[in-house]
């Protein structure tokens, strides 16, 4: 029996033709007739009872334009179908430490290598050795022979043992990886062993958004680009059927989210303003209009609603913030329960007057501090195409660019929030948990039951838990159990530290209600404590500092870290 699941990757890699998935902004750029040079538009607006001028700066800054380019589209098919039978390009075998065990002949133990090797004449298993392949996480050898319908077959290594989401998805990037480096116009994918495995449908999910995302290059900005070929993968012996076949259809929405948020956090701030992040988000809700629905707030609004906190970092930036609330409403009937999103959205973050100077500061990088309102977007769209049911969810951004010029905001300076706690600002560079203050008020008047929050907030965090996990901060136990268990699922990773109350000493200001940092000492945390005065204490909250994992060092580009996660999570929420 086969079950065919045909996921089409127009939606997913890049395809600014689809609907479902063309940035507003980046089509206008695309489809324009010619460059034009960005003239300086002014206009006088009152801050304080002073005049002072916004320069409206164009969005192709640098006369830089994404490159339009075509989306593959790659089917997947879960089937059963014995390995050694398989006709294609590659075939793609995951293997653990264990499974490579051979016994006092150099012959592989495990049934579906032994089957192979016996068809290539104890080839495999003599290129396994030769190569010095022990089934590590992340060892892989590929090898062209005779005697199978495959012209490849490749081992990948999956560690001691696999069992997590993150070897699954893993062994699908490996496998993509391998894929665009012999031209493969098809793989497929199996496991040498599944003992122990309970949930294939979701192990065949897993692989399958690894594969998309394996195949995936942002090449947006680059003068040429080299394109895959690869047109269908193939997921053996892990079930068929409707179950399956949900399971990959869920996973080509959440990837599809996932690269939605890489290229919002790849793009550079020259293209990517406060605007055009609006801009984006409102191209979801409208392509989504059935479930989704967007309100963006202007500089006026937003002081209308005494959001004085976020304002003042905007006050520098010759581009106006932009206040960000999508609203997704289930089909079918009213939610049990409101969520709330937040992200930040600081699409470039120069430090303000306390400017990011010396290494280490990674000015050339500050880009990615909207990579919080990047996942929530992220999470929009993918959860407007999954339309979970019984769950209302609030997607909240308030976005803006932290400059500096004669109109901003200085060291030593008090602001007000919207709830009308005082600011005492002693630093300038610790602008987020500014903007998140009156973001974090403003969706508590929502209504909402929960409210989760991701930030690049501090790199006390990244220099506590490295690149590659976010820190979690919550009073509430029973809310951190529903995230790491979406966590589990979605393959990130996160780790809970303290909120120590006795901290707070050091946040407080002797002329107003607070300082925006404390002690140098437990940074993260002094930030998150921060975060707690602007949350209603009837409305379970988290926050999640995603400085490390937002972005990849080694590759130089976006994770799209948080959206999966973040899917789940309203996911479990559903009814």
Known sequence: MVTAVVVSLASTLIAVTSPSYSSSFLTKLRSAHSLRLSFAVTHLCSRRGKLMAHTLAQANLGLTRPSCIDAPKISFAAKELDAAEWKGDLLAVGVTVKDLAKDENSKFQNSVLKKLDSHLGGLLAEASSEEDFTGKSGQSTVVRLPGLGSKRVGLFGLGQSALSTEAFQGLGEAAAAAAKAVQAGDIAIVLASSEGISAKSNTASAIASGTVLGIYEDNRYKSESKKSVLKSVEILGLGTGPEVEKKLKYAEDVTSGIIFGKELVNSPANVLTP?????EASKIASTYSDVLSANVLN??????????????????????PHFIHLIYKPPGGPAKVKLGLVGKGLTFDSGGYNIKTGPGCSVELMKFDMGGSAAILGAAKAIAQIKPPGVEVHFIVAACENMISGTGMRPGDIVTASNGKTIEVNNTDAEGRLTLADALVYACNQGVDKIVDLATLTGACVVALGPSIAGVFTPSDDLAKEVFAASEISGEKFWRLPLEESYWETMKSGIADMLNTGGRAGGSINAALFLKQFVDEKVQWMHIDMAGPVWNDKKRTATGFGVSTLVEWVQKNSS
Do not use: D, I, T
């Open 299 to 320: 500089e006026e609004q937003c002081k209308e609603l005494k959001m004085g906190s976020y304002l003042a970092v905007a006050a520098a930036s010759a581009n106006p």
């Open 275 to 279: 605007g055009k992040l609006a801009e």
